[in-house]
């Protein structure tokens, strides 16, 4: 679905126990390609610092219910600094959106010390926006989200599906490379999320392989889910 200019796609989430999870990867995986991110049969870890306005409204917009919102955050993959990317994902009812740009090393850390000249070169529509959310409203980095995540895709339908596991809130700084930052465990022990994300439409093949109607669809936001963490525990 396209609305201004910006393809949309369906996302559906759900919680598992890890003994779903194991039942539900031995049928995907035996069909479904591993993602080529994927450094391990295991998964990935996905580090993010998200950003937010000083009254948290992405908290309220999403807990309120409110059909169009957005965040933006700064991801890496696997603790390093090889790929270093800003992202906005947008949300449009059931579609989401997720735009992304290449950021550097100096552009990051300038970022963190609170100087935000060194983006206004940048063409990039994405970048500019963020500029604009971090230079005049207020925007600011607000927690780390860390989780592992275990990813398969099929082709027809553009199809993803991920389990991500091992959900935690950096809850003692906001550096993705800082090493020494402790982190608080979100999830059960016993939870995992699952992610299906598809284009147009869901194969029947895939379909029957997860078998959505058994499921039970929840709301589910990372983001918020560490953050409410660490102002109810914290006061971050």
Avoid: W
């Avoid at 369906?10 to 003994?19: A, D, N, R, S």
């Avoid at 009254?55 to 270093?84: L, M, T, V």
């Avoid at 592992?148 to 959900?167: C, H, M, Q, S």
């Avoid at 016993?190 to 109607?213: A, M, N």
């Amino acid at each position: 679905m396209e609305i201004d200019n910006k393809n949309f796609r369906h996302e559906l989430k759900y919680y598992l126990t890890y003994f779903e999870m194991i039942a539900l990867r031995k049928k995907v995986s035996s069909f479904l390609s591993l993602d080529k991110n994927a450094t391990s049969p295991e998964g990935y870890n996905i580090r993010s610092l998200y950003f937010d306005g000083i009254h948290n409204h992405s908290i309220f917009d999403k807990n309120d219910g409110i059909f169009g919102r957005e965040k933006y955050r700064i991801r890496i993959y696997n603790e390093n600094d090889a790929i270093i990317k800003l992202e906005r994902k947008s949300k449009y009812g059931d579609y989401i959106n997720k735009e992304s740009a290449p950021l550097t090393c100096l552009e990051y850390d300038a970022i963190l010390r609170g100087e935000y000249d060194c983006l206004k070169g940048r063409t990039d529509a994405l970048v500019q926006d963020f500029y604009r959310a971090l230079e005049f409203r207020q925007f600011q980095p607000r927690v780390i989200v860390d989780y592992t995540r275990e990813a398969y895709v099929y082709e027809p339908g553009n199809v993803r599906i991920t389990f991500d596991k091992e959900l935690r809130a950096g809850i003692s700084g906001i550096d993705v490379f800082d090493r020494n930052i402790v982190y608080q465990e979100i999830l059960y022990p016993e939870q995992v999320i699952l992610e299906v994300k598809y284009d147009d439409f869901l194969p029947d093949v895939i379909r029957q392989l997860l078998q959505p109607e058994r499921l039970t669809r929840s709301a589910i936001s990372k983001y918020v889910l560490c953050r409410e963490r660490t102002i109810q525990y914290f006061k971050l």
